[in-house]
């Protein structure tokens, strides 16, 4: 399972942010990939998990306690056909 996580951060804190979620160890997920963005989030994750609690939590106990992170939005990829 893959997830595309949208962070919102603090005014200044983008690169921080990308760099922290970078180093975060997760024990239920791995980071596939982090970049920080313009527009409306300021930073994209994508996650891979085998289980949405395992994803949920590397979101909840991970990635949404690095610092200036403010905000997120998860949106699962689903695989079609």
């Given at each position: 399972m893959r997830a595309y996580v949208l962070i919102e951060s603090a005014v200044g804190k983008a690169?921080?942010?990308?760099?922290?979620?970078k180093k975060v160890k997760l024990?239920?997920?791995?980071?596939v990939s982090v970049e920080a963005v313009t527009g409306p989030f300021d930073v994209i994750a994508l996650l891979e998990s085998d289980d949405l609690d395992k994803l949920g939590r590397a979101i909840t106990d991970a990635i949404q306690q690095?610092?200036?992170?403010?905000r997120t939005t998860t949106c699962l990829?689903?695989?079609l056909g």
């Open positions: 690169s921080d942010i990308a760099k922290g979620v024990k239920e997920a791995n980071v690095v610092s200036g992170v403010q990829v689903v695989k």
